[in-house]
Nanobody
Framework: QVQLVESGGGLVQAGGSLRLSCSVS????????MGWFRRAPGKEREFVAAITWSGGSTYHADSVKGRFTISRNNAQNTVYLQMNSLKPEDTAVYYC?????????????????WGQGTQVTVSS
């Protein structure tokens, strides 16, 4: 059974930092692309970042570029999202997800497995 479990969310002041983790089990982690998405209240789910199987390539949404960094540790079956310089508009539930191919990575419909999400709230 495939499981993705996010952690690390919480309440932080604007300008602060958080590091999200997503622990994956039930599949060969190193053969899957990993992505982070978020959904703010009343908004559509939004792509945040993705990383290739080895971690050699990453892609970040323009809205988080320069502030957020995706990384992974294949030995620990974990993907991370380091979030710095947080803004109130970053408030959302953050989800990790996985897919096989490095194609159309911003499209959430292509991701096969999802975590339950972790809440990030940024106060002004």
């Amino acid at each position: 059974q495939v499981q993705l479990v996010e952690s690390g969310g919480g309440l932080v002041q604007a300008g602060g930092s958080l590091r999200l983790s997503c622990s994956v089990s039930g599949l060969t982690f190193s053969t899957y692309v990993m992505g982070w998405f978020r959904r703010a209240p009343g908004k559509e789910r939004e792509f945040v970042a993705a990383i290739t199987w080895s971690g050699g390539s990453t892609y970040h949404a323009d809205s988080v570029k320069g502030r957020f960094t995706i990384s992974r540790n294949n030995a620990q079956n974990t993907v991370y999202l380091q979030m710095n310089s947080l803004k109130p508009e970053d408030t959302a539930v953050y989800y990790c997800a996985t897919k096989k191919l490095w194609t159309d990575i911003v499209n959430s419909r292509d991701y096969a497995y999802w975590g339950q999400g972790t809440q990030v709230t940024v106060s002004s």
